[in-house]
T-cell receptor, first 110, second 111 residues
Framework: DTAVSQTPKYLVTQMGNDKSIKCEQN?????MYWYKQDSKKFLKIMFS???????INETVPNRFSPKSPDKAHLNLHINSLELGDSAVYFC?????????FGPGTRLTVL | KNEVEQSPQNLTAQEGEFITINCSYS?????LHWLQQHPGGGIVSLFM???GKKKHGRLIATINIQEKHSSLHITASHPRDSAVYIC?????????????FGKGTHLIIQP
């Protein structure tokens, strides 16, 4: 019954690898987001998707690519991982601006 | 300077005390959010405001649009209220823009 789910919860990988984080929402919301929380716990928007169209991309390196196969899913693919990509990544969805967050994925790049 | 500023950054109080966390913003907004992040990491939306005041249980959120300021109050605080409280805004243009966040207030309520 989880409203917004993410997998995996933890991801440990080597520099240079390519990885994906999956996100699914069962709320029927039109808009989904990816946020990054850095080591100082500061949250920042990365992407938002509305009806499968990218709305914003906030100075995120093009190694990061969101992929939305349908309205309920917004996956995050990361190429050539770097040490600085280590963070917690949160997926969220919204309808009428109120946001519902996934549990987060802690990515550690070694 | 961050577009959303919170104070204090850290707050330790005794159980039962009245808590106030402040948020100021420097941009036009369509809505302001108060979020709670527990030590386990999950983020929960507490309030979404565009004007006035909202109350839920022991939590009260207010916003003054003219002064670009919001406050989150906790009455009769309890150790389970210990968490990071984050102020965030939707900048003018609607919810599809995503949220711009403050740096959070780390609240500890001691028994």
């Amino acid at each position: 019954d989880t409203a917004v789910s993410q997998t995996p919860k933890y991801l440990v990988t080597q520099m240079g690898n390519d990885k994906s984080i999956k996100c699914e929402q069962n709320l029927g919301h039109d808009t989904m987001y990816w946020y990054k929380q850095d080591s100082k716990k500061f949250l920042k928007i990365m992407f938002s998707y509305n009806n499968k169209e990218l709305i914003i991309n906030e100075t995120v390196p093009n190694r990061f690519s969101p992929k939305s196969p349908d309205k309920a899913h917004l996956n995050l693919h990361i190429n050539s991982l770097e040490l600085g990509d280590s963070a917690v990544y949160f997926c969220a969805s919204s309808q009428s601006a109120k946001q519902f967050f996934g549990p987060g994925t802690r990515l550690t790049v070694l | 300077k961050n577009e959303v500023e919170q104070s204090p950054q850290n707050l330790t109080a005794q159980e039962g005390e009245f808590i106030t966390i402040n948020c100021s913003y420097s941009v036009g907004i369509s809505a302001l959010h108060w979020l709670q992040q527990h030590p386990g990491g999950g983020i929960v939306s507490l309030f979404m405001l565009s004007s006035g005041k909202k109350k839920h249980g022991r939590l009260i959120a207010t916003i003054n649009i003219q002064e670009k300021h919001s406050s989150l109050h906790i009455t009769a605080s309890h150790p389970r209220d210990s968490a990071v409280y984050i102020c965030a805004v939707n900048t003018s243009g609607g919810g599809a823009d995503g949220l711009t966040f403050g740096k959070g207030t780390h609240l500890i309520i001691q028994p």
